[in-house]
């Protein structure tokens, strides 16, 4: 039974950092393309940051420069460092796993962690 759990969520002032973590279970960590997600309310679930089993990153153009994707493989965890925090970032942070073989996906969520940027 795969299992990620998010944890690192909180509230934080503008401009302050927040390090997020994603803990995985029950899966071949290093062979997934992990990522994080974000969901602020009234909005659609967005692409925040993947990082490929090959270490390789990607990033939405919102949050270049200011987050941080990371993987340790021999924790089967994925971090999102979180830096120079703004209102717009307010949003339930969703960790990813996928993976794609022979047609068929894989595709694992966490349950979510809020992160809230407000003085």
Known sequence: ???LVE???GLVQPGGSLRLSCAASG????IYTMGWYRQAPGKQRELVAT???DGITNY???VE???TISRDNAKSTVYLQINGLKSEDTAVYYCNGNLR???VIFDYWGQGTQVT???
């Open 27 to 30: 899966m071949i960590f290093s």
């Open 65 to 67: 420069g200011r987050f």
């Open 1 to 3: 039974q795969v299992q």
């Open 60 to 62: 939405a153009n919102s």
């Open 101 to 103: 073989r022979s047609n």
């Open 117 to 119: 940027v407000s003085s």
């Open 51 to 53: 990082v490929a089993s």
């Open 7 to 9: 944890s690192g969520g």
